[in-house]
């Protein structure tokens, strides 16, 4: 499957964006999409993940409650509503897509287990 994500942008703190990310080439309920991010000089990191129906979800922690991931898979497209936005979530976003059956929230929430990756978008949150 190929990925393609898109939405970020410069939004101040307490301002809202929302991501997409788009697939094309495979079946895309076949898929765990999540999104990660990475800030300059940090490790990648899990922000957010969902089943291939989109009837589980999982999020970091300091995502919960600011941020909700979706699906619409006769679009081929999951998206990441991010609210309340501070300057922390500043990063590239990328979304990554693994074609497993189990929802093992240790899995989903480590890069290494994906094996397709969008190109990312850049999120940047002014003070």
């Known amino acids: 499957v190929q990925l393609q994500a898109s939405g970020g942008g410069l939004v101040q703190a307490g301002g809202s964006l929302r991501l997409s990310c788009r697939g094309s080439?495979?079946?895309?309920?076949?898929?765990?999409i999540s999104w990660f991010r990475q800030a300059p000089g940090k490790e990648r990191e899990f922000v957010a993940a969902?089943?291939?129906?989109?009837?589980?979800?999982h999020y970091l922690d300091s995502a919960k409650g600011r941020f909700t991931i979706s699906r619409d898979n006769a679009k081929n497209t999951v998206n990441l509503q991010m609210n309340d936005l501070a300057p922390e979530d500043t990063a590239v976003y990328y979304c990554a897509a693994i074609s497993i059956r189990m929802w093992h929230i240790a899995s989903i929430s480590t890069a290494r287990t994906y094996n397709y990756w969008g190109q990312g978008t850049l999120v940047t949150v002014s003070s």
């Open positions: 080439g495979s079946t895309f309920d076949n898929y765990i």
């Open positions: 969902i089943s291939r129906g989109g009837y589980n979800t």
